[in-house]
Structures are given as C-alpha cells and as structure tokens.
C-alpha cells in the first residue's frame, strides 16, 4: 500500500513538473514575442506565394543579392508558402549551424525525402544523425580513401581515354559519370560489373526523377524515380545476401554500414543500409560533377593560370614517369596551385549556394524574432561573394587563399554538425582527375557561351560543351 501512495505522488509530482515546464517555456516563446523581438525586415510579398516568382524568374543569387543590399544580412521572405529568414553573415551562419544547431533542424520536402531514403542522415538530427554520421565520418577519413588512389586514377584515366575519342561532349554529364563511379568504389569497393550497370541505370532514373514535380502517377517521372528507387534497394540488398553468404569482410562504406551496432547490441536495417546508401551516392554525384566541370571552366578562361598548373602537375608526372611509380598520397598533398584553384573555384561557384533548417522553437538571434516553423538559410554564397571578406569577389584569383580566410567566411562543404563528411573524397577524387586531364590531355570549350543553369546545382550553361583530346606534353 506504502508503495501504491509512493508511486501516486511522485507521478502527481512529476505531472506538475511536466506542466510547469510548458508552461514556462509558453510564457518565455509569448514573452519573446512580445516584448524585445521584432521580425527581421523584409516583404512577405504576396498571400501564400510570398516572393516565389521574384525568386524563380531571375538567377537566385540576383534575388539574394538585391535584398541583401536593401535590407542588410537577415531579411525574411516567403518562398514556396513558407516563411523564410535569410542570413548573410558568417556569425549568423555560425549561430544556426554550429552553436545553436539543436535549435534548427534540417527540413527537407517530403517527396525529395521519399525518393532518397527517410533514414539517409542528412534528414535526421540528434542521436540518430550522430550515430550514422560517425559511421560515414570514418569510411571517408583521409586514412581510408588514400587506399583508394590507384583505383580513382584508373577511373579517371578511363573516363579521359573514351572523351578523347568523342566528339562534343558536355562536361558535365561526363563528370557524373566520373563522380557516380568513384562512390561506386568508395561505397561497395569492387563490385562486380552487372551490379554496377544495375546501379547506375536505376541511380539516373532515380536522378532524372529528382527535379520534376512530385506526382505520383504511373507515367510521370516521379512515378518512375520511385519505382527504379525501390529496384536499388533490392539491388543493395542482393549484395548484402551475396556478402553474408560468402562472409565477405570489406573495409569500404558497405562493410561499415553491416559490421555497426549500437550500445543495446542492434545492427542497422536494410532500409537504413539502402537509404544512407543512395543519401551518399546523392550528396556526391552532382556536387562534384558540377566542381570539377567550373574548375575546368575557371582553367579554360585563365589559360595564364593553366600553364602555371600544368608546370606543377608536370613535374609530378615526370617523376612519376622516371620512376614508374603512380600518384601517392604525399603527392595529392603537395599540389598547392592545383589545391588553391580548387578553393578558389569552390567560393567562386558557391556550388552549395545556401542551405535549409527549420527553427524547432522561437529564437532570438541580435534582437530579432526566428519564429518556430520558419525556414531558415544560411546563404553560403553572399558570404563568399561579399567584398568585406573577399576583395574583388567577382574576380577569379586562387592566389587570395595563399592567407586562410577569416573565420566562418569560407564554407563551401558547410559547418557544424551537418558539415561535408566526403570533403577529402572530393578533393582527392578532383585533384587525381585534374592531374591526368592537365598532363596528359587538352580540353576546347565549344560554343563559349556564358551563363549559369541550375540543376538544381549551378553548372556552366550547357554542362560546358568541349571536346578532349590526348596531348603529349
Ligand atoms: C565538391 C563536392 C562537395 C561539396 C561542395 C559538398 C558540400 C556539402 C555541404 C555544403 C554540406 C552541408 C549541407 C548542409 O549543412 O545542409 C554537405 C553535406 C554532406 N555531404 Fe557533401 N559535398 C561534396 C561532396 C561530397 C561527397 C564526395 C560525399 C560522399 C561521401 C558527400 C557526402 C555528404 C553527406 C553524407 C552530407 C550530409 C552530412 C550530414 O547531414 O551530417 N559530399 N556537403
């Protein structure tokens, strides 16, 4: 009976502690809102649609650009129904990704979310994400990719051998052929060649799906990109059987994914597996793809630079040579031109213009009000483009990262908690590319013409139209 009373006051207790704390947390959300904080200025524009159409029918950074200028570095808008508050200043950034990042969490739309996978990390935040992102973190540690160098050279020097024998071709699209098949390898390591081909034609369904409206109706192609996601998942799950049963051990992002379990002895399911799997494959593809084809661009305008670059990737190309050695690790280190053109490109393309939250509670951030629910983005690409942090912005120059740049002005693979875990693989996979194509091939842009397309990530228009062909130096 003693007890029976015990329980029942302490829950009673614990009912007004609960209570106690809505309560306050109310009152501090209602105190927020009306006393200090104001909204951060900035139109609404019109009733639901907000500034959508200001948005979409000129380039997005003009957008940005012009209500920074009028409004300063926080401004709010409302995109696509949603509320939205901008940030253009590095502590801003800083606040919302690094040291308030609980109270933001990534928002993505869920038709997006169901054509990647709900359990890819990026979708996710706290202990979950933490899990997972520590799983990803260690398959792409510099330790783990620089065994992957021969393997990323014969990819290159494959997807170079075929341009040279082709005509026009776009750039672009030829990068993500080089992109998907180093997260091929970084993923499964060798995988057999009809897996692979499986994989690619449903990644491009799956891909082509991606930008079209979300209808989920037999013949769209968002219909399709849902189907040809579900035949990717039964292809994971073929190499998974195929690994179980041969008790194939792999060191590679795959093997990590099966050997993991959490404190309580669980492994991770084959959703999980599947869904951070294509996440992956997702982050990597078009990023890439879209850095290299500007750096090929930036190189092409500035054939000074290029010679410059060609001097450095020459000389290791002649040791080489000499020594009938193949690219070490040590050499991808010690590239500095080449290094500080991939920097340079990185700001310049600002291929990650801006990125998503949502603040999960009201905020204040330097006395304004970040309502709860509203979208928040910090814009990666003003920051980069603005002339207090960046002298002559506008002005391709890689010599300017000779100094690091200040604190929180350069962050071309994000911060904080959802920062780019396959930064390094990027770089490597982009440094061995450029160290054939400079010493061993030449590129012609065709057309010259300029412009930006979004896809959604920026490209040169046309993906950079050029031929390739084999030189010898
Ligand atoms: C030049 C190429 C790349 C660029 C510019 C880039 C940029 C970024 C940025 C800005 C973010 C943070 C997004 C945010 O905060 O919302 C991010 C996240 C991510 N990136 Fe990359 N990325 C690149 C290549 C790669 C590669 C090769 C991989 C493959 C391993 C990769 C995997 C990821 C993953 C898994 C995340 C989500 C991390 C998380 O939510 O914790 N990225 N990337």
């Given at each position: 009976m003693a007890g029976f009373w015990f329980l029942a006051i302490s829950s009673f207790f614990f009912c007004l502690l609960l209570v106690r704390m809505a309560v306050s947390k109310n009152?501090?959300?209602?105190?927020?809102?009306?006393?200090?904080?104001?909204?951060?200025?900035?139109?609404?524009?019109?009733?639901?649609?907000?500034?959508?159409?200001?948005?979409?029918?000129?380039?997005?950074?003009?957008?940005?650009t012009s209500k920074q200028k009028r409004y300063g570095e926080i401004f709010k808008t409302r995109i696509l129904g949603y509320p939205c508050v901008m940030l253009a200043s590095p502590e801003a950034a800083r606040f919302v990704?690094?040291?308030?990042?609980?109270?933001?969490?990534?928002?993505?739309?869920?038709?997006?979310?169901?054509?990647?996978?709900?359990?890819a990390l990026f979708f996710h935040q706290g202990d979950y994400h933490f899990y997972i992102r520590k799983l990803v973190q260690s398959s792409f540690f510099p330790e783990t990719i620089r065994k992957l160098i021969p393997d990323i050279e014969h990819i290159a020097l494959s997807s170079l051998q075929s341009l040279a024998n082709m005509p026009i071709v776009s750039t672009y699209q030829e990068m993500k052929k080089f992109a998907f098949d180093v997260g091929i390898l970084a993923i499964f390591g060798h995988l057999e060649c009809s897996y692979k081909e499986m994989l690619k034609h449903n990644y491009n369904i799956v891909d082509k799906g991606y930008n079209f409206f979300?209808?989920?109706?037999?013949?769209?192609?968002?219909?399709?990109?849902?189907?040809?996601?579900?035949?990717?998942?039964?292809?994971?799950?073929?190499?998974?059987?195929?690994?179980?049963?041969?008790?194939?051990?792999?060191t590679d992002f795959l093997g990590?994914?099966?050997?993991?379990?959490?404190?309580?002895?669980?492994?991770?399911?084959?959703?999980q597996i599947a869904d951070n799997i294509i996440g992956v494959l997702f982050a990597a593809q078009d990023t890439t793809a879209s850095c290299?084809?500007?750096?090929?661009?930036?190189?092409?305008?500035?054939?000074?630079?290029?010679?410059?670059?060609?001097?450095?990737?020459?000389?290791?190309?002649?040791?080489?040579?000499?020594?009938?050695?193949?690219?070490?690790?040590?050499?991808?280190?010690n590239m500095p031109l080449t290094h500080k053109v991939i920097l340079e490109s990185l700001r310049m393309a600002s291929i990650i213009s801006f990125?998503?939250?949502?603040?999960?509670?009201?905020?204040?951030?330097?006395?304004?009000?970040?309502?709860?629910?509203?979208?928040?983005?910090?814009?990666?690409?003003?920051?980069?483009?603005?002339?207090?942090?960046?002298?002559?912005?506008?002005?391709?120059?890689?010599?300017?990262?000779?100094?690091?740049?200040?604190?929180?002005?350069?962050?071309?693979?994000?911060?904080?908690?959802?920062?780019?875990?396959?930064?390094?693989?990027?770089?490597?996979?982009?440094?061995?590319?450029?160290?054939?194509?400079?010493?061993?091939?030449?590129?012609?842009?065709?057309?010259?013409?300029?412009?930006?397309?979004?896809?959604?990530?920026?490209?040169?228009?046309?993906?950079?139209?050029?031929?390739?062909?084999?030189?010898?130096?």
């Open positions: 009152n501090k959300r209602k105190k927020m809102r009306d006393s200090r904080c104001k909204l951060p200025p900035g139109s609404m524009g019109w009733p639901y649609l907000g500034e959508t159409l200001q948005l979409y029918s000129q380039d997005p950074n003009v957008f940005f990704l690094v040291t308030h990042a609980r109270m933001f969490k990534p928002t993505y739309p869920k038709s997006k979310e169901r054509l990647i996978g709900p359990s979300p209808m989920n109706l037999p013949g769209t192609s968002y219909h399709r990109a849902l189907m040809a996601r579900k035949r990717l998942k039964t292809t994971v799950s073929e190499i998974i059987r195929e690994r179980r049963e041969k008790s194939i051990l792999k990590h994914l099966l050997d993991v379990k959490d404190d309580k002895g669980r492994v991770l399911t084959q959703e290299l084809t500007w750096i090929l661009k930036y190189l092409h305008d500035n054939q000074k630079l290029l010679e410059a670059v060609k001097d450095e990737q020459r000389a290791i190309y002649e040791e080489n040579s000499r020594e009938k050695k193949s690219l070490t690790w040590g050499q991808t280190r990125t998503f939250r949502e603040a999960v509670d009201d905020v204040e951030y330097k006395g304004y009000l970040i309502p709860k629910g509203w979208k928040v983005m910090p814009l990666f690409r003003n920051i980069h483009h603005n002339p207090k942090y960046f002298s002559n912005p506008e002005v391709f120059d890689p010599s300017r990262f000779e100094v690091n740049p200040k604190p929180n002005t350069f962050m071309p693979f994000g911060s904080g908690v959802h920062a780019c875990p396959g930064n390094e693989l990027a770089k490597i996979q982009i440094l061995i590319y450029l160290h054939h194509l400079i010493s061993k091939f030449r590129w012609e842009v065709v057309g010259g013409e300029e412009g930006i397309e979004y896809g959604p990530f920026p490209i040169p228009r046309n993906g950079l139209l050029a031929t390739f062909r084999q030189h010898s130096l």
